[in-house]
């Protein structure tokens, strides 16, 4: 609102990949409301909507542990494909988006090239380190030890479906080459 009442013409925001207002999980229905409401607001608008940020995630599933010297925990088998991206192709987006008429009034899903598991980055990270990484697997609902106490729900709800967002077109659209892991 106070965007709009200061002439504000394009509103762009970060929302993520799976938000929506009926969403069970209180994060991605926060978005969802958000989403709408800068749709509704008559305002020009872009919703990045990315997937699993790979820094954040990677850094607290598997480099915390490492830190700790303590295996890494994984909910349920750590086999469901998870549609990661890097904070700075976001930023890359968010920057293209101020100028391309594309971008208005459009929502933007943003991923890496492809999906991982997280079986695959926990080998991906033993292969970098010259480590094996020990690996502990619990069912959802078990708290995962050396995380924040809210990342343990939203880890067992990335294990729930697997998730890919094609990004062929979009990349090409906005110039930006997606990351990989």
Same mark, same amino acid.
């Given at each position: 609102?106070?965007?709009?009442?200061?002439?504000?013409?394009?509103?762009?925001?970060?929302?993520?990949?799976?938000?929506?207002?009926?969403?069970?999980?209180?994060?991605?229905?926060?978005?969802?409301?958000?989403?709408?409401? +800068?749709?509704?607001?008559?305002?020009?608008?872009?919703?990045?909507?990315?997937?699993?940020?790979?820094?954040?995630?990677?850094?607290?599933?598997?480099?915390?542990?490492? !830190?700790?010297?303590?295996?890494?925990? +994984?909910?349920?088998?750590?086999?469901? +494909?998870?549609?990661?991206?890097?904070?700075?192709?976001?930023?890359?987006?968010?920057?293209?988006?101020?100028?391309?008429?594309?971008?208005?009034?459009?929502?933007? +899903?943003?991923?890496?090239?492809?999906?991982?598991?997280?079986?695959?980055?926990?080998?991906?990270?033993?292969?970098?380190?010259?480590?094996?990484?020990?690996?502990?697997?619990?069912?959802?609902?078990?708290?995962?030890?050396?995380?924040? !106490?809210?990342?343990?729900?939203?880890?067992?709800?990335? /294990?729930?479906?697997?998730?890919?967002?094609?990004?062929? /077109?979009?990349?090409?659209?906005?110039?930006?080459?997606?990351?990989?892991?």
């Amino acid at each position: 609102n106070a965007a709009k009442s200061t002439g504000v013409r394009h509103v762009i925001y970060t929302s993520a990949a799976g938000s929506d207002v009926n969403h069970p999980h209180p994060l991605f229905k926060a978005k969802g409301i958000c989403e709408d409401y +800068l749709k509704e607001s008559g305002l020009g608008y872009t919703n990045l909507k990315p997937g699993v940020f790979m820094e954040i995630w990677i850094g607290s599933i598997v480099g915390i542990p490492l !830190e700790a010297n303590e295996p890494v925990t +994984l909910v349920e088998s750590g086999s469901r +494909l998870q549609a990661f991206v890097s904070m700075a192709d976001v930023v890359a987006y968010a920057v293209n988006s101020v100028d391309d008429p594309r971008a208005l009034n459009q929502d933007i +899903l943003i991923a890496g090239p492809q999906s991982y598991s997280w079986n695959d980055v926990v080998k991906s990270v033993s292969r970098v380190i010259k480590k094996q990484i020990p690996v502990n697997y619990i069912s959802p609902g078990e708290p995962v030890p050396l995380v924040p !106490e809210a990342v343990g729900p939203l880890l067992a709800a990335l /294990e729930m479906v697997d998730s890919y967002i094609a990004m062929n /077109e979009t990349s090409k659209t906005f110039g930006i080459e997606p990351t990989s892991l």
